[in-house]
């Protein structure tokens, strides 16, 4: 008897066999500029599904190393990483993941949605990068800080073209040094110190507990200026180079060799992420210079980069939530159980359906939160700089636990193939648990949308919007345009009550709760908006959306019926 061999399953093409996000790209480029976006999306996606998809599968297989010392003695700290993750750092560099936003031509052609296309490009690229998304989002995070306009204009001109260079010869990315052992996410308790040195650089000394992308070419470090009082304001930005060859300090030091002052001491072995350098990192009078005036509390600059990587995390949710979904309906196509195809199995249908509601909806949300970014930065525009800052924390924490859970789902239905490391499988529910976590848990971020109602008012933009969806609603659903109207005056309600006392237990305590319905609602108005322009697939999202996060209810049949429109 022959040995039965499963099929391989390929997903379809992730640009061109993605719905959602071709129409979106038509609704807010229009068709002339989804035209001139259509050729290097392309060119990603035969990337993506060719050599960086056996790229992304080297680098998971060979983790990064730590070199502490060479042959003879000397510490060199180090990292080394595999060719696959050096493959993907070309492609971001080359494909402008990172740079599209910043370069002159590409505003030129989309203006402020050239952070549109920058996030399709994302949702493309970041699934099946090894993780080298974090990288991208924390370099993205370093050039905005570096482009606001009290940073020195010698350290921009030194430092941004790297990093927003398309030439993987030369192309940087960056770390991100914040949290210490002690504080983790309470920046007040960092104990990093910063003191000026004679050239207008500074030193800094001081244990950063969490580094990833250790082994990019530059950080942004906080730390508290000397004479700076207590707590996190006074916090300031320094850019901190990783390699000798960018520190004064450094006097005949070895290409490659670390910055004097910087000590990897270790890299993390962490659940998942594991081709991404993570480490612990010692600072002693370590060259750095400063991102803005030190004197001046800057840790409202450092929220510059915050945000942008806030809303990155919330892209490599959404996209590993679309490839995800992608895997497990291909590999339903080829499985045959009962006599059929899996595919054809009314409770996995059921299954998948209602994956690609959640997908839906963490794309739209995501997709959101570029497209405020984009205005905020290229018109200056105070209406989406209001939205933002509560759409980035929502966005973040609502996709982040939306692609742990869908993770789960799709490891369970692949079965034991979906258990079994080689398969690639269980990489999804590894790298999905960080999603959570990395800048700002759930409730880390729930504490700070609470503090946007009460402090900044930050409701009033998302209530209009929950308005005017309503209104949007009307036409295509009443039932769904009631379920909408009903949420937004308990939204509303609740953002009335918990102003006057922020401080009060039972507000506290319900921070999680309240920060999940605000991003559910805003995820409903989200998908209206977008089947009011023309979507037939976000239009059945939205109300199976909405029944089953805003209404509670089971959505399986539907999901069962119209498996193949959303998915």
Known sequence: ?????????????????????????????????????????????????????????????????????DPWGARIDRIDT?????????????????????????????????RVVQHALLHLYGPESATFSCPVAMADGAAALLSMPDVDATVRDAWLPRLVSTDPATAITSGQWMTESQGGS????????????????????????????????????????????????????FLVPRYAVDSPLADGAAPGAPAPGVTVHRLKDKLG???????????????????????????????????????HNAAAAAGGMRRGLAYARAYAEVRHVAGGPLVSSPLHRATLGTLAVDAAGAFALAGHAFALL????????????????????????????????SASEYVESLGGAGYVEDT????????????????????????????????????????????????????????????LAAVA?????????????????????????????LAYALTTALLVEHAAWGDEQAELAARLWARRWLRHEEIAEDAHHHLDLLC
């Open 489 to 517: 005056a308990q939204v509303a309600e609740t953002i009335t009550a918990v102003t006057i006392d922020p401080e009060a237990s039972a507000v506290l305590a319900g921070a999680r709760g309240l920060a999940l319905r």
């Open 1 to 69: 008897m022959s040995r039965f061999v499963q099929p391989v399953p390929l997903p379809v093409d992730p640009y061109a066999g993605d719905g959602l996000l071709r129409s979106w790209l038509e609704r807010h480029l229009g068709p002339g500029g989804h035209a001139a976006a259509k050729g290097r999306l392309a060119d990603l996606a035969a990337d993506v599904t060719g050599p960086l998809r056996a790229a992304h599968a080297d680098a998971e297989a060979h983790p990064p190393t730590l070199v502490r010392y």
């Open 273 to 311: 992420t594991r081709a991404l350098p993570t480490a612990e990192i010692g600072l002693r009078d370590a060259y750095a210079l400063p991102l803005g005036d030190p004197a001046v509390p800057g840790l409202v600059r450092a929220m510059t980069l915050v945000v942008v990587t806030r809303v």
């Open 424 to 483: 690639g499988v269980p990489r999804l529910l590894r790298d999905a648990q960080v999603l959570p976590i990395w800048e700002g848990t759930t409730n880390v971020l729930a504490l700070d949308v609470l503090r946007a109602l009460t402090r900044e008012d930050a409701g009033a933009p998302l209530l209009s919007r929950l308005a005017a969806a309503v209104d949007l609603a009307r036409p295509l659903s009443p039932v769904l345009a009631d379920t």
């Open 186 to 237: 309470d920046l007040g308790r960092s104990s990093t110190l910063g003191r000026p040195a004679a050239d207008g650089s500074w030193r800094l000394t001081g244990e950063k507990w969490f580094c990833s992308a250790a082994d990019a070419a530059m950080a942004v470090a906080l730390a508290r200026p000397e004479g700076a009082g207590r707590g996190s304001r006074v916090l300031a930005p």
């Open 82 to 114: 595999s060719a696959g993750w050096q493959a993907q750092r070309a492609a971001a560099a080359r494909h402008a993941v990172v740079a599209l936003p910043y370069l002159p031509d590409a505003r030129g052609t989309w203006g402020a949605a050239a």
């Open 374 to 405: 984009g205005r905020v930065e290229v018109g200056a525009d105070p209406e989406a700089a209001a939205e933002l800052r509560i759409v980035a924390p929502l966005a973040k924490l609502a996709t982040g636990r939306l692609a742990v859970s």
